[in-house]
Nanobody, 116 residues
Framework: QVQLVESGGGLVQPGGSLKLSCAAS????????LSWLRQGPGKGLEWISE????????YYADSVKGRFTISRDDAKSTVYLQMSSLKPEDTAVYYC?????????WGQGTQVTVSS
């Protein structure tokens, strides 16, 4: 059974930090590219970051570049999103996504709220 389970969301003040985790099971983790996406209140789904297989190639949306860092630990089948200098506009449900040429998987999402 394929599962992607996000964790680490919560309430944080502007300027603060959070680290999201997404633990995977049920497929070969090292063979997938991994992404984080988010959906803010009243907004569409926004891609924010991706890490390719091997972990050396990472990509970021302009809205988070320099503030967020994506990483993967294939031994733990987990992808992370370190978020710093958080802003109220970062408030959203954050989803992880795993994909390769055969399939695509989604997590259930974790809520991040940036507010004072």
């Amino acid at each position: 059974q394929v599962q992607l389970v996000e964790s680490g969301g919560g309430l944080v003040q502007p300027g603060g930090s959070l680290k999201l985790s997404c633990a995977a099971s049920g497929f070969t983790f090292s063979n997938v590219a991994l992404s984080w996406l988010r959906q803010g209140p009243g907004k569409g789904l926004e891609w924010i970051s991706e890490v390719l297989t091997g972990g050396s190639n990472t990509y970021y949306a302009d809205s988070v570049k320099g503030r967020f860092t994506i990483s993967r630990d294939d031994a733990k089948s987990t992808v992370y999103l370190q978020m710093s200098s958080l802003k109220p506009e970062d408030t959203a449900v954050y989803y992880c996504n795993a994909r390769n040429w055969q399939a695509e998987y989604w997590g259930q999402g974790t809520q991040v709220t940036v507010s004072s």
